[in-house]
């Protein structure tokens, strides 16, 4: 995974996640949508500019000038923790 | 996050998974047919073919053969020996046949003995008298995003969990004869499905339509956030296994994004 920022502000980025599709990307989507400190977040699976690949671009705007970066990695940590969980309920289901 | 299982074999399962977003179970699902690495054999040393099918026929078939996986191996890419081939990414397997007989995946000799095709009984190729199949064959850990012979989920899907009301019927019974399913039946007069019954529903609606009843006696729907999971194995994983790793492709996925992020 390579992440490349497109553009920057205060509330607000762009960013490029090489090499990642809608398995991860609709997750971080739903999880930040979901957070309090998110005004608007989305995805697009784009071709930029002379590349052959499709890469997906990441949107991030968020309320009170909180820092989209650290929301963002918030949000990657919530998810590892979401599949530390889901792995701990099927094996206790599973028993 | 709730997780019930309702049947788990060694190559198939289904499980109720409530609770959680739409992203999550088709996660689960993308990265069990695409994200899970697996063995298949990608290479052929053909030192005699005599058989009715042509090399490149009988490679496809042969790399189609699900092989069991073995923790241990890596794929090329991710390799220590930066893919120039060594016993933790790659795997010999010989297959030596001489007619008349049908050779079946049973008969592919592997070189490790924790790896061998996860079924004995599939048909590669019928020799007839005077025709041999002599070859080695190279196995590489791949992804089933860039071909099928790497894919270890098959037939993994997903419905959200289906929610039938039924209010007000006058148990007319029109609704009995139109269900696919069979799984509406008559109780006290009125139209009725068991909870064991209200899994198999397929959303299709054919009994609110049936209804002659205005508005409807019977109204499907279902629950978004609640998903009937259902998946097989192609035998390279067991059934539990491979969604544990699903997650832990997902998992890792995560955490390799917030390390990235650790550093900007």
Redesign the interface.
């Known amino acids: 995974?390579?992440?490349t920022?497109l553009s920057q502000k205060k509330d607000e980025i762009e960013i490029l996640?090489k090499g990642?599709?809608?398995?991860?990307m609709?997750?971080?989507?739903?999880?930040l949508v979901?957070d309090e400190r998110v005004e608007t977040a989305f995805y697009d699976i784009k071709r930029l500019q002379n590349s052959v690949e499709k890469e997906p671009v990441l949107y991030i705007k968020t309320i009170d000038n909180a820092d989209p970066?650290t929301v963002?990695?918030e949000v990657?940590?919530k998810?590892?923790n979401?599949?530390?969980?889901?792995?701990a309920?099927?094996?206790?289901?599973?028993s | 996050m709730e997780i019930d299982i309702i049947e788990l074999s060694e190559r198939s399962a289904k499980f109720i998974l409530s609770d959680v977003d739409t992203s999550v179970a088709n996660g689960i699902r993308r990265a069990m047919i695409a994200d899970v690495p697996n063995l298949a054999i990608e290479w052929l040393e053909l030192y005699d073919n005599t058989s009715v099918l042509y090399d490149e026929q009988l490679g496809l078939r042969l790399a189609l053969v699900p092989l069991t996986m073995h923790p241990d191996y890596v794929p090329e890419s991710e390799c220590t020996c930066n893919g120039e081939g060594c016993p933790s990414c790659t795997l010999n397997l010989r297959l030596d046949a001489k007619g008349p007989k049908t050779v079946y995946s049973g008969d592919i000799f592997s070189s490790d003995p924790n790896v061998r095709p996860a079924d004995d009984n599939i048909p590669i190729v019928e020799l007839k008298e005077g025709q041999n199949i002599m070859l080695g064959a190279i196995a590489h850990v791949g992804y089933g995003r860039d071909h099928v012979r790497w894919q270890a989920g098959v037939a993994c899907g997903y419905k959200n969990m289906p929610d039938v009301i039924i209010e007000n019927c006058d148990g007319c019974g029109h609704c009995i004869d139109e269900c696919p399913r069979h799984i509406i039946e008559i109780k006290n007069d009125e139209a009725y499905i068991s909870p064991e019954n209200m899994i198999k529903c397929s959303l299709c609606r054919l009994c609110e339509r049936a209804c002659s009843l205005k508005p409807p006696a019977i109204q499907v729907s279902y629950d978004p956030r609640s998903f009937v999971f259902t998946y097989e194995s192609d035998g390279s994983y067991s059934a539990k296994d491979l969604v544990l790793k699903a997650a832990d492709v997902i998992e890792n996925r995560a955490g390799k994004m917030a390390e990235i992020l650790d550093k900007i």
């Not at chain 1, 609709?26 to 999880?31: E, R, S």
């Not at chain 1, 979401?82 to 792995?87: Q, T």
């Not at chain 1, 309920?89 to 599973?94: E, G, I, P, R």
């Open positions: 995974m390579e992440i920022i996640i990642e599709t809608h398995t991860l609709n997750i971080v989507k739903a999880v979901e970066i963002l990695k990657a940590l998810i590892e979401l599949m530390e969980e889901f792995k309920k099927f094996n206790a289901a599973s």
